[in-house]
């Protein structure tokens, strides 16, 4: 299997809970390699942009306000099946679901403050990758 990409952010409820680190080591520890990182902070502007799909759900607005109350980590991953193997790693949007041991089982707090974002498919891991990262920021 060739090595692929998946996007992922660090939410601002784990930024706040000092979760960065730990959630790092997990990643690392899951195989995945960062290619490219920063941290930063999504305006309700950019927030609303990037979860445009999401834009008819009853919960839109109180996702953007969310997304934006504070710093978020970005960043792309590789591995090989890097979307799937992530979303494993991370565990089911619900906490109180997720498998222990994953990432939202252990810094998660609930179904809106998930400590993590991470891609659902190959495609949308490149848009979203690209929504974040200019191409010489990231490295191979």
Not at 12 to 39: C, E, H, T, W
Not at 41 to 50: D, P
Not at 64 to 85: R, T, Y
Request: glycine residues 10%; proline residues 4%.
């Amino acid at each position: 299997m060739a090595v692929s990409q998946t996007f992922t952010m660090i939410k601002p409820d784990a930024v706040r809970n000092g979760y960065i680190g730990s959630i790092l080591a997990d990643i690392q520890a899951g195989g995945f390699r960062i290619v490219a990182m920063k941290f930063t902070r999504l305006s309700a502007q950019k927030a609303g942009e990037f979860y445009a799909v999401h834009k008819e759900r009853p919960f839109y607005g109180e996702l953007v306000a969310f997304m934006s109350s504070g710093p978020i980590v970005a960043a792309i991953l590789e591995k090989e099946n890097a979307v799937e193997d992530f979303r494993q790693l991370i565990g089911a949007t619900d906490p109180s679901k997720a498998e222990p041991g994953t990432i939202r089982a252990k810094y998660a707090t609930s179904i809106g403050e998930n400590a993590v974002h991470g891609s659902d498919s190959d495609e949308n891991a490149r848009i979203e990758g690209a929504f974040h990262f200019a191409g010489v920021e990231i490295h191979r």
